[in-house]
């Protein structure tokens, strides 16, 4: 298994431009999310996905976008890049494991896409 | 809501010394925590968890218990090595149904020779 993989490792883009980061796993989780890490800030909730076909809100939604047509890919679109979405983006994905009264949804970080925004 | 604090670092500390890293939690529920590990130019690896109470958790030397009474969940090695430093993240999932992780903003330790 690949586990999480993530494309572009880095990226440069202008101020207005727009760009899909691609987030993809190949062990049938059925959640995926996307984060954000910025120094002194920890990593942050963009989006995420409880299944194909539904997606859900984060703690810092605006200016991404995302959609889950399958299992396997979830991507993250900025439809007009900022200088403040300059950051490291990391895509995980999960299950959900334990029994009924230890439930709990171990999460498989991506290697990270670094992004700058000039 | 739920939120974790960690200690702020950086901690520097020389090869073999004790090493601990303070982590509390507030959250609704009854969470499941986590220790996260991200080593230079690498995304987050699981290091450790615990999903109940006085569960402790271990792994590669580190280990962490599952203080309900205090809630915290401090991470602690009993000799650092080199290799070991790398940012630490201390996490929380809640129970019940789906919910994403909650860090903290991770603590970086810095062993030297």
């Known amino acids: 298994n690949a586990g999480v993989t993530q494309t572009p490792k880095f990226q440069v883009l202008k101020t207005g431009q727009s760009m899909t980061l691609q987030c993809a796993q190949d062990m049938n989780h059925e959640y995926m999310s996307w984060y954000r890490q910025d120094p002194g800030m920890g990593l942050r909730l963009i989006h995420y996905?409880?299944?194909?076909?539904?997606?859900d809100q984060g703690e810092v939604p605006n200016g991404y976008n995302v959609s889950r047509s399958t299992t396997e890919d979830f991507p993250l679109r900025l439809l007009s890049a900022a200088p403040s979405q300059t950051s490291v983006y990391f895509c995980a994905s999960s299950y959900s494991s334990g029994t009924s009264g230890s439930r709990f949804h171990e999460q498989f970080f991506g290697p990270g896409t670094r992004l700058t925004v000039l | 809501g739920n939120s974790v604090t960690q200690m702020e670092g950086p901690v520097t500390l020389s090869e073999e010394a004790f090493l601990t890293i303070n982590c509390t939690y507030t959250?609704?529920?009854?969470?499941?925590l986590f220790w996260y590990v991200q080593y230079p130019g690498e995304g987050l690896q699981l290091l450790l968890k615990a999903t109940k109470a006085d569960d402790k958790g271990s792994n590669k030397g580190f280990e962490a218990t599952y203080r309900k009474e205090t809630t915290s969940f401090h991470l602690e090695k009993g000799s650092v090595q080199v290799s070991d430093s790398a940012v630490y993240f201390c996490?929380?999932?809640?129970?019940?149904?789906?919910?994403?992780?909650?860090f903290g903003k991770g603590t970086m330790l810095l062993v030297s020779p």
């Open positions: 959250a609704t529920g009854y969470p499941s």
């Open positions: 996905s409880v299944g194909a076909g539904i997606t």
């Open positions: 996490a929380l999932v809640p129970r019940s149904g789906y919910s994403t992780l909650t």
